[in-house]
C-alpha cells in the first residue's frame, strides 16, 4: 500500500491546509499529554506490530460504528442509506492514519495534515475528498467520544506479538497520548481561534 | 467534606445552567463510549478506593501543572502571579468531582453541572465563581490533552487497597470512559451549537 495509491490521501501536498497552531506550541501540548522521546520509540514499535493487522482493527472499528445507527449515521445520506463507497474510501485512508500515527516524524507536515482531517470532519470538509451527498458535519461530542474505543480496543492487538507486559503497555499508552493529542489537534475546526 | 461546605460548588442548585444535552442524546453518547451499567458498578468501588486518597491525587495533577508554567499560567493573572487562594478554591472543588464521578448517578443534575464545569473553564464563566482576576479562559486543547494525565495517573492509586488486576483495569476503564464523556460535554461552550 503506497501512500500515492489512496484516493484522497493528501498528505505532505499542496492541497493540505496549515495548521494554526505553530511547532512551538505544540511542543506544549506534548507536554500537557506527558508525550516523549519514549513514546515516539514505542510507537515505532507498535507500527511493526499492527502493520499486517491493520485489516482486523478495521474490522473492528467499522463493526463497532456499524452496529449503532447513530454512529452510521455520518457515513449515511441522513435518510437512512449508508454510503458504502464513502465508507470503503475512509477505510482506506484510516487504515494508512494507523501507520502513520506510529511512523511518521510529528513535523510540520504531520501537523498539517493534522488540522487537514480535523476539516474532513468538520462542515468545513466533510464529504468534498470523496465527492459524495452525505450528512455534512460530524457533532464533536462524538469526536471526543471516539478516542475511548480508538484507544481501549487497541490494546489486545499490541498484544499479538509476544511483546513482553511492560512493552505493549508502553506502546498502548504511547497510542493512547496520540490519540489524545491528535483529537486536540482536530478540534481547531471546531472551536473559534482565540478560544482553541 | 460535606457539598455544602464547599464555597462555589453548586451542584444541585438553581445557579447552574441547565445542559444543552438531552437525556436521550446523553444516553447515545454513553453508547459511543462503551459505557454501561458494569462501569457504573466500578466507578463505585473506585469511589471507596479513592476516597481516603484524594489528597494525594491531587498532589500529583497541581504538582504536573505547578511545574508547567504554560498550564499554571491558567491559574495566573498572565503577568506571571499565580493566584494561591484561586488554586485553593479549585482544588477543594476538583476534590469533590473525583467523589462525584465515582459516586453520582448521571442523571440530569449531574448533567447540568457538567455543562456548568465547561462553562467555568470558558472565558463565558471562568473566574466568576471565586471572584478572581485571572486570565480569562482555558484553551480548549489543553481541555482535550488533560484527558491523558487525569486518566494515566489515577490507576496507581486505583491499585492501592488489594483489589484484583482484573478488578482495579475494570475500575480504571469505567474512571477513562467518564473522564471522556465528561470533556466532550465539558467542550459545549466551546463548540457552535450546530457542531456539537
Ligand atoms: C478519535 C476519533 C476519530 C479518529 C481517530 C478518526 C479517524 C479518521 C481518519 C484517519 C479519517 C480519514 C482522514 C483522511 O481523509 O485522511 C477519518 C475520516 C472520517 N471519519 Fe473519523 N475519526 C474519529 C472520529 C470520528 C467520528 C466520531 C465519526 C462519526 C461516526 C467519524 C466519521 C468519519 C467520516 C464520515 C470520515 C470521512 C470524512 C470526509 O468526508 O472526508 N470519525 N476519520
Ligand atoms: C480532563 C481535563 C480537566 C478536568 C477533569 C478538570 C477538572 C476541573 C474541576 C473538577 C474543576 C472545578 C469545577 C467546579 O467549579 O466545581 C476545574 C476548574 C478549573 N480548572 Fe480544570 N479540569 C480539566 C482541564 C483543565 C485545564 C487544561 C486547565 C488549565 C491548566 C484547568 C484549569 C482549571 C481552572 C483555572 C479552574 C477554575 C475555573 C473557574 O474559574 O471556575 N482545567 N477543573
Partial sequence: ???????????GTAQVAHAPLSLADFELLK???MFGPDDERY?????EVLADQI??????WYGFVGSHPHLLYYFTDGQGHA???????????????ILDTCRRPYDQVWLDYAYEIGLRHHRH???QTDHVQAVPHIH???MVAFMY??????????????????????????????VVMQVALWSAPYVASEDF
Same sequence: chains 1, 2.
Wanted: no cysteine; hydrophobic share 40%; charged share 25%.
Fill in 55 to 60: 485489516d482486523d482493527v478495521l474490522d473492528l
Fill in 140 to 142: 464533536f461530542r462524538y
Fill in 83 to 97: 454510503q458504502n463507497e464513502y465508507l470503503a474510501a475512509v477505510r482506506r485512508r484510516f487504515g494508512q492514519w
Fill in 1 to 11: 500500500m503506497t501512500a500515492t495509491a489512496i484516493p484522497g490521501y493528501d498528505y
Fill in 31 to 33: 507536554q500537557a499529554v
Fill in 125 to 127: 470538509k466533510k464529504n
Fill in 43 to 47: 510507537l515505532r514499535m507498535a507500527g
Fill in 149 to 178: 474505543p480508538i484507544t481501549a480496543t487497541i490494546k489486545p492487538f499490541l498484544a499479538k506479538k509476544g511483546h513482553s507486559p511492560e512493552e505493549v503497555e508502553a506502546m498502548y499508552q504511547a497510542w493512547f497520548k496520540s
